[in-house]
């Protein structure tokens, strides 16, 4: 069936660094995919719904020139949380609509 | 307005016991999808189940079993006989086909499950 796969499934990083968090659908094209961040106990959020080829459309509150998002091919969706800050720990999971179908999950840890 | 309320935030049973979780949607559209998820403590999500709102036929997976009514927007699930690795956050979601396609997550309900 249907595969999406997140990278990495955890990192730990320094305040002030960036990170880029990969989705890739393995075995479908996904024009459309939707990144989310869940908070501990709490439920998912979504961030921002990525396009192939065109700009992300970010959710109301979510900073574009924080959580970077790049959608180049019709397999890879890439979030880049720049210059991260300990608040910015979180779990962070995408989706592809096509097939309903996650990713692993990325757990950052910024310190 | 869309909206997924799971109005359980917690629920403890006892191995064996069956546990019903309740989901209860608004939306203004006639052409949805209902989903359930698993989240264990791992954090992935696991897909258990997608219903179409056209289809309102209950179904039976194994243990699981999900009830899906239109005329109280609802699409509650339970688990027959719980078990140990049935522990985990559940999660009911609502996916519209109307403006951006997204998906409406509930506030989960988390299921611990004693031995």
């Known amino acids: 069936g249907a595969v999406v796969s997140q990278h990495p499934s955890w990192v730990i990083c320094k305040s002030g660094t960036s990170v880029k968090i990969e989705c890739r659908s393995l075995?479908?094209?996904?024009?459309?995919m939707f990144w989310y961040r869940q908070f501990p106990k709490q439920s998912l959020m979504l961030m921002a719904t990525?396009?192939?080829?065109?700009?992300?459309?970010?959710e109301q509150g979510v900073e574009k020139d924080k959580f970077l998002i790049n959608h180049a091919s019709l397999t890879l969706s890439t979030l880049t949380v720049t210059s991260a800050h300990p608040e910015d720990s979180s779990f962070y999971i995408c989706?592809?609509?096509?097939?309903?179908?996650f990713g692993q999950g990325t757990r950052l840890t910024v310190v | 307005a869309q909206k997924v309320t799971q109005a359980q935030t917690e629920i403890s049973v006892v191995e064996k016991e069956d546990v019903t979780l309740d989901c209860v949607y608004e939306?203004?559209?006639?052409?949805?999808?209902l989903f359930w998820y698993k989240q264990p403590p791992s954090g992935e999500l696991v897909f258990l189940i997608r219903?179409?709102?056209?289809?309102?036929q209950n179904e039976i997976s194994g243990r699981y079993s999900w009830n899906f009514q239109k005329s109280t927007s609802s699409f509650n699930f339970t688990i027959t006989a719980s078990q140990v690795v049935d522990s985990a956050v559940y999660f009911c979601?609502?996916?519209?086909?109307?403006?951006?396609?997204?998906?409406?997550f509930g506030t989960g309900t988390r299921l611990k499950v004693l031995a």
């Open positions: 989706s592809a609509w096509t097939e309903a179908f």
């Open positions: 075995d479908f094209q996904a024009t459309t």
């Open positions: 219903r179409n709102s056209f289809d309102e």
């Open positions: 939306t203004r559209d006639t052409t949805y999808y």
């Open positions: 990525s396009n192939e080829g065109s700009k992300a459309t970010y």
């Open positions: 979601a609502l996916h519209q086909f109307s403006g951006t396609y997204k998906y409406i």
